[in-house]
């Protein structure tokens, strides 16, 4: 049977080229993912600037719910208490311990704000001064890629926590490591007092981990070494959720896109040769041996093809870590790791559902009656099995069952709930695909094709009643492409766009004020309120916390989000207690909250903050906010402590004048309208959108070039059917006009498929965020997918129906396949 399986690949090589195709990029997608989640679990980041300490201690990374599961890395940079520097310096084993701590300060506005630190940090990467000496106060050492034309003794601006001030130039200095962010060091006298971490360096003969172990360390701080140390460097390195659910989503997205076009594919193929195969029982071979004759065909190219994916799964992986990376999604410190278990698991799970696939494919082709065979293969079956309706109509009702939960959902929740409708609704569709063709292509249809082609419309309509099978083939790639390019980013611009209403529209301000030097400057705030025309005005701070007394178990791994305030911007109502009392240790929660919590105005709260300080607030306010997107409101002047920064991020006024507020003292500002507002709070929003326009983005490549493999496949079988046509007087264009309108309604069918799959997620999920079944996005994304469908479909019918038609019209009907 294996020499028969290879002798059939020669004429077969259509089939079986768009098999290894789809094995090749599924199997190395599925091993990519596999290195994501990999990259996910080890969370190996080097560090760079701490490098030279053996141990690091700093605030634990990432916050553990009390009552809940998992870990989240926390906003906010963790620091720890200054008097513990002596404390682990005076322990046995210690040589020496170093703080160091990290601040806003630039030579000029830019993207990297967090590059000041004190000259003892120097001795953490180390730093070696190439020319000058030491800062004294009032002096700073460039990294001297940042010196430009620089020397010892110039005077320089450099911009400290959003305010200008001047320095005289002691040094510069070039780190003896890689050090992908520079640094300006300060005097210690011109440094926050505050400690971020301290680099502990053992004394000769001990050993890091052993000393590690042994620190006497107080609650909620940790001593890393290792590669664990870059968790204390870089922020977003604390926690592998974000990637695991990225990768596991990826994968599994993959994995059904796999089997449903390889399925498609197969079937397809298997069905093509059903005169062969019925010549074949019918000259003695036994249902056992022609079943085996089929698998072991496809699997031999699978198996090609899947050692082909797999050496593609490394350069993929990297390539779409790289993407991450340089988007943002992941650290840029963290390294991809791909072991040897992200490719046996691609190719375990590569190989199963291909052996799955072709056995269901190769069993009725074994078991069928050779003259049964035969007279399907001259006239095509169109019925499809019981098995199948019921399995169809599971999917189907499972996709009206999560559109319909998926409106009683939280905003939160309402995308992972919603989400998988695309894939339900494709798959019913795979599944029922001969069944939804007879029933669309109705006598309008029909008529339709009729009216604009005439007898060539009618002959289009037969063959795709009849050859309904056949053209679930076509339809499936072009359905599941549909529902997972439209579903994933019409529902992401939905939910973007509802949390930035609900944001944008609690707060009432005209005018926005924003820094990219780290921060608003301590000062502006005094200024802009003093201004004339400035009817409100109130810094802005964001940043996310837990509420732990009473622990509140409606938020353990998603926090709160909390906003920071000092003026009266907030447009919610008050429910009780009042917003002008916001100052010092107080908290105003929204309504909801309370209730769950049993609290109420006067109450205290223990609120763990993004820097895990548990802070005790007073509750003066109960303030409704926007259903799903409610914030807890603090002082921004106790919020902005805990920040990283130390600084709000934005003010926001009202005033008919903007510009009599003069920002000239003021490097890195920028004043603007509203849209500012929105803009800073959509770019926070836009990593997850990113990750999902990227998921989508590789998904629907991949079913692309399924669709046109599966095109190419079904037309160039009918080379028999072609030149039967032309001896009974058809011409080369009636032939080629028919393959279009044949393509083009299976083309309409799947884009309609693929909407309707696609609502089941978008509209559930614009109710859920939005209130209201209206989506939010651009239409032209709808008019431009429908073009890039009729650009994949039409000229792969038209290139591959010329070449089916090349031979002459008697060599087409000897042929021996098609």
């Given at each position: ?481 549909t529902a997972i390019a439209l579903g994933n980013i019409y529902s992401q611009t939905t939910q973007q766009k509802a949390a930035v209403e609900a944001y944008t529209d609690n ?312």
């Amino acid at each position: 049977m294996i020499r028969l399986a290879l002798s059939s690949l020669r004429f077969r090589t259509a089939a079986f080229l768009a098999i290894f195709v789809a094995v090749v990029l599924g199997s190395s997608l599925i091993s990519a993912a596999g290195g994501l989640l990999e990259t996910g679990l080890r969370l190996n980041a080097s560090p760079q600037r701490l490098a030279a300490a053996p141990i690091v201690v700093t605030g634990r990374p990432a916050y553990h719910p009390t009552n809940g599961s998992g870990s989240v890395a926390y906003p906010e940079r963790h620091g720890v208490d200054p008097t513990l520097v002596a404390k682990l310096a005076t322990t046995p084993g210690v040589a020496k311990a170093v703080p160091d701590v990290s601040f806003p300060a630039v030579l000029a506005p830019g993207k990297d704000t967090l590059i000041g630190h004190a000259w003892t940090s120097a001795a953490l990467t180390p730093y070696k001064l190439t020319t000058g000496t030491a800062p004294a106060t009032g002096q700073v050492v460039l990294d001297q890629r940042l010196a430009g034309s620089a020397k010892p003794g110039d005077q320089l601006n450099v911009i400290v926590s959003g305010t200008s001030r001047e320095f005289v130039l002691a040094g510069l200095a070039a780190p003896q490591r890689d050090v992908d962010v520079p640094s300006i060091f300060f005097a210690p006298a011109d440094s926050p007092a505050r400690v971020d971490a301290i680099g502990v360096f053992p004394t000769p003969g001990t050993a890091p981990a052993d000393l590690a172990k042994r620190l006497d360390l107080p609650a909620g701080v940790s001593a890393l070494t290792g590669d664990d140390r870059g968790a204390a460097e870089f922020a977003g390195i604390a926690t592998s959720l974000p990637l695991i659910i990225l990768s596991g989503v990826f994968g599994g997205m993959v994995a059904v896109v796999l089997a449903l076009v390889v399925s498609a594919t197969i079937g397809l193929s298997v069905r093509q040769r059903r005169r062969e195969l019925a010549l074949l029982r019918a000259s003695g071979a036994t249902p056992d041996q022609v079943h085996k004759m089929v698998v072991a065909e496809t699997m031999l190219v699978a198996v090609v093809a899947l050692t082909a994916g797999l050496l593609l799964g490394g350069p993929m992986g990297r390539w779409i870590f790289g993407l991450l990376n340089s988007n943002g999604v992941v650290p840029a410190a963290l390294r991809f790791d791909q072991g040897p278990l992200p490719y046996a698991g691609a190719a375990v799970l590569t190989l199963v559902i291909l052996r799955l696939t072709v056995g269901f494919a190769a069993g009725r082709a074994a078991r069928i009656r050779p003259i049964q065979a035969l007279t399907e293969a001259a006239v095509p079956p169109v019925a499809i099995s019981r098995v199948r309706l019921i399995i169809g109509a599971v999917f189907a009702a499972a996709t009206v069952g999560v559109g319909l939960s998926t409106i009683f959902m939280s905003p939160t929740n309402a995308a992972a709930i919603g989400g998988p409708a695309v894939l339900t609704g494709s798959i019913a569709v795979a599944v029922l695909g001969p069944l939804v063709i007879r029933t669309m292509l109705t006598g309008r249809v029909t008529a339709f094709l009729e009216r604009r082609a005439g007898t060539t419309g009618v002959l289009a309509a037969i063959n795709l009643r009849v050859r309904a099978v056949q053209f679930a083939a076509i339809l499936v790639p072009i359905t599941l492409a549909t529902a997972i390019a439209l579903g994933n980013i019409y529902s992401q611009t939905t939910q973007q766009k509802a949390a930035v209403e609900a944001y944008t529209d609690n707060l009432a301000a005209s005018t926005v004020i924003t820094s990219d030097t780290g921060g608003i400057p301590a000062g502006l705030f005094d200024q802009v309120r003093s201004t004339p025309g400035v009817t409100a005005a109130s810094e802005l701070v964001r940043s996310k916390g837990w509420i732990e007394e009473p622990y509140d178990t409606t938020h353990t791994s998603d926090p709160w989000p909390l906003l920071g305030l000092n003026g009266p911007v907030y447009k919610g109502r008050a429910r009780s207690g009042s917003l002008e009392q916001l100052t010092g240790d107080t908290v105003a929660l929204p309504p909801g909250a309370a209730k769950h919590l049993k609290v109420g105005v006067g109450d205290q709260l223990g609120i763990r903050l993004g820097d895990d300080t548990l802070v005790k607030v007073k509750i003066v306010a109960l303030v409704d906010g926007t259903s799903g997107y409610e914030s807890i409101l603090l002082p921004s002047a106790l919020l902005a402590a805990h920040t990283t920064a130390g600084l709000p991020s934005q003010i926001v006024l009202t005033t008919k004048e903007p510009r009599a507020i003069d920002l000239q003292k003021w490097p890195g500002t920028t004043i603007g309208d509203r849209d500012l507002l929105s803009a800073e709070y959509d770019a926070g929003l836009g990593i997850d959108a990113w990750i999902s326009y990227l998921l989508a983005a590789i998904a629907i490549a991949y079913t692309a070039i399924a669709s046109i493999n599966t095109i190419a496949v079904a037309v160039l079988d009918r080379r028999r059917e072609f030149g039967l046509q032309r001896l009974t007087g058809s011409t080369r264009r009636q032939v080629s006009k028919m393959l279009y309108l044949e393509n083009l309604v299976i083309a309409a069918f799947g884009l309609v498929l693929g909407l309707v799959a696609a609502a089941f997620s978008i509209f559930p999920i614009a109710i859920a965020t939005r209130g209201w079944p209206i989506p939010s996005g651009p239409i032209w994304l709808l008019l431009g997918w429908i073009v890039l469908v009729l650009l994949l479909v039409l000229p792969v019918t038209g290139i591959a129906g010329r070449l089916a038609m090349r031979p002459k019209p008697m060599d087409a009907v000897n042929s021996p396949a098609g």
